[in-house]
């Protein structure tokens, strides 16, 4: 939060942002932050190896879904082993890298400085409270992904955080 | 200038970009343009459209303009107007004064608008046109083949939003361009401005 120092000669507009932007293994969200680098976010220069301070900061976020146990009436469908949590967990860890990797990829062609971030659980919980946490100033999410059903017009994640979230919210529809 | 090492120009400044900013009178969609002012980066070939969706000034007399009840051509005829609802009736000099006196509101804030504009040296225009605001916001979008809607919330709860209905959540559902929602923050939070 000490960037209000970033205010220089020419104005508060040269503050940078902090930008958080939802990824997951879909293209809607990839395409979102594409657009966002595009046309909203403030590029950096290449200055020697040093990122620009008063480009923007980008917070990549994963946020991981583990499946719930499932309990009927006869008690649970399947029983969870720790071994089955275990693989779960690994290969969400191995699609976050992926996928992070793929939007750090995508901010540093545009010499940004990128902080990844990996949550687990709500989709829709977990990326309202980073913005309020991290002090977020605008959050860019695809209009669907994390597994929402796509012939909606909106998808849950991007529907519920355009209300919840405490920042202003870009929503990138798909092309 | 030389010192800067952000980036001088705005991304992509070859093709104009046109953002349409939808407005009304409330403090949440001035809001929402002010933070647009102040955040994104607009390049000298981009401009700012300020969209405003008039309601014809009988539906204000009727005392219900809600979604469905608008026309889209308010059409000045001799036969003085008639509400058989509410018993009102409406000669024509009666409306046109509605007309004018609403006018003169759209006029100053949307005046208010383009000096924000003005500050941050950003081109802009405004577009007053007669309908819902849901369904003219989405055609201007359409017609004018925009890149990007700013758009207020008033931040309702569920249960509001299905009684009021929400704009910005009906544009956020249809139309086809990437949108901004602002809304205002309600406390004084640890949010920067």
Not at chain 1, 12 to 17: A, D, G, N
Not at chain 2, 137 to 165: D, P, W
Request: hydrophobic share 40%; aromatic share 6%.
């Amino acid at each position: 939060m000490a960037s209000e120092g970033d205010d220089n000669a020419a104005g508060s507009l040269l503050r940078r942002r902090k930008v958080l932007v939802a990824v997951d293994e879909g293209d809607e969200s990839m395409h979102a932050l594409s657009w966002a680098l595009d046309n909203l976010i403030v590029p950096g220069q290449a200055v020697g190896a040093e990122h620009c301070s008063t480009s923007d900061l980008i917070v990549l976020l994963h946020v991981q879904t583990h499946p719930q146990v499932i309990v009927g009436p006869a008690g649970p469908g399947f029983y969870i082993t720790p071994e089955i949590i275990d693989s779960i967990k690994k290969h969400q860890d191995e699609v976050s890298k992926k996928v992070l990797l793929r939007g750090k990829m995508l901010c540093n062609e545009k010499h940004l400085e990128t902080e990844t971030m990996v949550a687990v659980g709500d989709p829709r919980d977990s990326i309202c409270e980073a913005v309020e946490k991290l002090g977020i100033d605008y959050l860019v999410i695809g209009s669907h992904g994390y597994g929402a059903i796509k012939r909606t017009f909106l998808g849950s994640v991007s529907d519920y955080c355009a209300h919840h979230a405490k920042c202003p919210v870009v929503i990138v529809k798909n092309k | 200038m030389e010192t800067s090492c952000a980036a001088d120009h705005s991304p992509n400044d070859a093709a104009e970009r046109t953002t349409v900013v939808a407005l009304d009178q409330s403090e949440e969609s001035f809001h929402a343009l002010q933070w647009a002012l102040d955040t994104l980066r607009f390049g000298v070939s981009d401009r700012l459209v300020l969209v405003h969706a008039r309601t014809s000034p009988l539906s204000h007399a009727t005392g219900f303009g809600g979604a469905g009840t608008e026309r889209r051509f308010f059409s000045i005829n001799p036969v003085p107007a008639m509400d058989y609802d509410n018993g009102y009736i409406l000669g024509t000099e009666a409306v046109i004064s509605m007309e004018r006196s609403q006018e003169r509101e759209i006029n100053a804030f949307m005046d208010k608008a383009m000096e924000l504009c003005r500050e941050k040296k950003v081109k802009a225009v405004k577009h007053v046109v007669y309908g819902d605001a849901r369904d003219v916001i989405c055609e201007e979008i359409q017609k004018l083949n925009a890149n990007m809607l700013v758009i207020g919330s008033h931040g309702y709860g569920a249960v509001k939003r299905t009684f009021l209905g929400s704009v910005s959540d009906y544009c956020a559902h249809h139309v086809k361009c990437p949108l901004i929602i602002v809304k205002k923050p309600h406390e004084k939070s640890h949010l920067k401005n």
